[in-house]
């Protein structure tokens, strides 16, 4: 029964991705710290058999997890694992700004047929290299690289493609970059590069709109109430269809919609000139920034409430900027400096009270009798 | 792993390309929309030197523009360019430019996407410099410095806009004079229109129009680029040589050079 039912939790894994593994991995490291705490050994007592099988089983399974799924078993291991990624994003750029630079050092002692063949052929050789990368490692360090290298050389093809005939640009460029981006993103599992193919197609969105109006495309950031809508769009994405493979990249969805509408409400609330509210641009930026204020509050409730740290993170970043914002414009003009900064931290005191009382309040019944 | 998204990445690189080679293409077939003999004037090359990071070769567009100072600077609101014109181009111009929310109403108002009409060394540019010289004749009455800026001028000046670049091809037919450029018209309301020696009543604030943007830079492919590859030395030799440049526009009104031919 229990092979069975192991089978079966392990047909379940196979069939997610490796973030949903290293959850579980996660979960069964701090289990077994735990039960190795003194502190449990006096309420959970383990007979020496029991406790025999389940440090077997639990080594075991770990070892099965990494196996499979090339997943951290350590705090050590997670801490390198971040250096890996950080350092593998950063030579990503690295190489993509050495690809162009290096193209366009030479490309102008070159013929034109030669010139084409390089920018179109390069985009795709780095499509290779990825697809040959993914297959052989599990961990998609290296297959992120490469897919950051095959955006950066798509972009570079197409910008030369219109340097090299004076082709007028358009907006349609962001369109085929952001569709390759979220192709690689899904295909390889690739969180960074879905980001990136967001933010191309928000922008895309945003200059077709722009241009329809009969305005030049590249000021498709004008009028930030367009990107108000497409951020809240982004964010509801995860909540209207239903999770493909990759179910770690809602929160990806999330975060982008987030961090567009709430930069869009925080540069109308700075500036209330470009909107489309024909209105005078002091009471735009009043209107935005008590939206912004009301908005940020209502994500750290919608993150607590679901569960989603990113929101919750966001939310209160920007709720701070909203509201040292409209303190600043209050209060700096005539209040002391010193005094704007005590009641500044004042502020934050009682926010942190606050926020204590809540968490207080969120504690199970039981667990604050015992508390 | 399925390959379906490969082969969704693959085709998504190829087609894109095949989009932009085969409107470039269109561009370029059949008949040219403008053809027109350009100097060191109007397409002017800056130049790289030797430790450039680019070593493509670009040409950029030169032009003026009159307006009522005969300043020839290109962001100069052009005479032709008022508030009917303005108008015809998709601007609200509904309010009057002495009105007291017409600084707010006209402030509002994003540069529009429209066709420009250069002509070059034509009429216009004779106009021009009837007009700069007799200004200079003034000021030169007036114990004023001597002006030499017309000498190394631009012969191209902007003289017509649109929003349908077929209408504005049929009010100037020629093509040899005359080339029809994608361009960006911002509105502005001048609140002192000037001249520096009148009074604010005698120059209402009056709304005009600038040609903000068009694409002025035009790349030059191998053969023709070689004539200007080179540093140190050459690099000054090319960049005070006079040539002449055959610039066509195609039928999607984007440019490439045909020809250049260095000398007088």
């Known amino acids: 029964m229990a092979v069975e039912r192991q089978a079966h939790l392990d047909a379940q894994l196979a069939a997610r991705d490796r973030a949903l593994a290293q959850q579980a991995a996660d979960r069964l490291r701090m289990l077994r710290e735990e039960l190795a705490s003194g502190e449990v050994e006096s309420v959970l007592a383990l007979t020496p058999d029991q406790r025999l099988r389940f440090d077997e089983w639990s080594t075991r399974r770990l070892a099965e997890l990494a196996e499979r799924f090339d997943v951290d078993t350590t705090v050590s291991q997670k801490r390198v694992s971040w250096g890996m990624r950080i350092a593998s994003t950063l030579g990503g750029i690295a190489v993509c700004a050495a690809v162009v630079l290096f193209f366009m050092r030479y490309w102008g002692y070159l013929d034109t047929w030669l010139q084409l063949l390089i920018v179109i052929l390069t985009p795709l050789l780095s499509l290779c290299g990825a697809e040959r990368m993914a297959r052989r490692e599990r961990t998609r360090y290296f297959t992120g690289l490469l897919a950051l290298v095959t955006i950066a050389s798509f972009i570079l093809n197409l910008v030369v493609v219109g340097t090299i005939f004076n082709i007028v640009s358009t907006e349609n460029s962001m369109l085929a970059w952001g569709a390759l981006a979220l192709v690689l993103a899904y295909r390889y599992g690739l969180r960074l590069i879905l980001a990136l193919g967001l933010l191309f197609l928000i922008g895309y969105v945003a200059a077709a709109f722009t241009a329809r109006m009969g305005y030049r495309w590249l000021e498709f950031w004008d009028r930030p109430e367009q990107f108000l809508l497409l951020g809240l769009l982004v964010f509801a994405i995860p909540l209207l269809l239903k999770p493909a493979r990759q179910a770690n990249f809602a929160p990806v969805f999330r975060l982008v919609g987030a961090l567009t509408f709430f930069l869009a409400v925080l540069s109308l609330a700075d500036w209330g000139a470009p909107s489309y509210l024909n209105w005078d641009a002091r009471n735009v930026e009043r209107l935005y920034e008590f939206f912004g204020l009301i908005a940020s509050a209502g994500a750290i409730w919608l993150g607590i409430a679901r569960n989603w740290n990113g929101l919750v993170n966001t939310g209160s970043v920007f709720f701070t900027l909203f509201l040292v914002t409209r303190l600043y414009h209050w209060w700096w003009a005539w209040m002391p400096k010193y005094l704007f900064f005590a009641a500044i931290g004042a502020l934050g005191i009682g926010l942190v009270l606050v926020f204590k009382r809540l968490r207080a309040s969120m504690i199970p019944a039981n667990s604050a009798v015992t508390a | ?264």
């Not at chain 2, 030197?49 to 307006?67: A, K, M, P």
């Not at chain 2, 800026?149 to 003289?159: D, E, M, P, Y």
């Not at chain 2, 943007?213 to 000054?236: A, C, K, M, T, V």
């Open chain 2, 1 to 264: 792993m399925k390959n379906i998204s490969l082969a969704a990445a693959f085709a998504i690189v190829l087609l894109a390309n095949a989009f932009a080679l085969i409107h470039a293409a269109r561009n370029r077939s059949g008949t040219p929309d403008s053809e027109l003999s350009l100097t060191q004037r109007e397409l002017q090359y800056i130049g790289h030197h030797g430790d450039d990071e680019n070593s493509g070769v670009t040409l950029y567009l030169r032009w003026v523009t009159q307006s009522e100072n005969l300043i020839p600077f290109t962001t100069a609101a052009p005479k032709w360019l008022d508030r009917s014109k303005l108008r015809t181009l998709g601007f609200d111009c509904r309010v009057n430019p002495d009105a007291g929310d017409a600084v707010r109403f006209y402030q509002r108002q994003r540069p529009r996407r429209a066709f420009v009409a250069f002509e070059n060394d034509g009429a216009a540019w004779q106009n021009f410099v009837d007009a700069y010289q007799d200004e200079v004749a003034r000021r030169q009455q007036r114990g004023l410095p001597r002006d030499d800026t017309l000498r190394n001028s631009t012969h191209l000046v902007a003289i017509d806009a649109d929003l349908d670049a077929r209408s504005l091809r049929n009010r100037h037919a020629d093509r040899s004079r005359v080339m029809i450029v994608p361009a960006v018209i911002a509105i502005a309301l001048n609140t002192y229109p000037g001249p520096v020696s009148g009074s604010a009543s005698a120059n209402p604030p009056r709304l005009e129009g600038r040609i903000e943007q068009l694409p002025s830079e035009i790349h030059l492919s191998r053969p023709l680029s070689d004539l200007f590859q080179g540093g140190g030395g050459r690099h000054n030799e090319i960049t005070t040589s006079s040539y002449t440049v055959r610039l066509r526009y195609g039928k999607l009104l984007e440019p490439w050079v045909e020809d250049i031919k260095f000398g007088p």
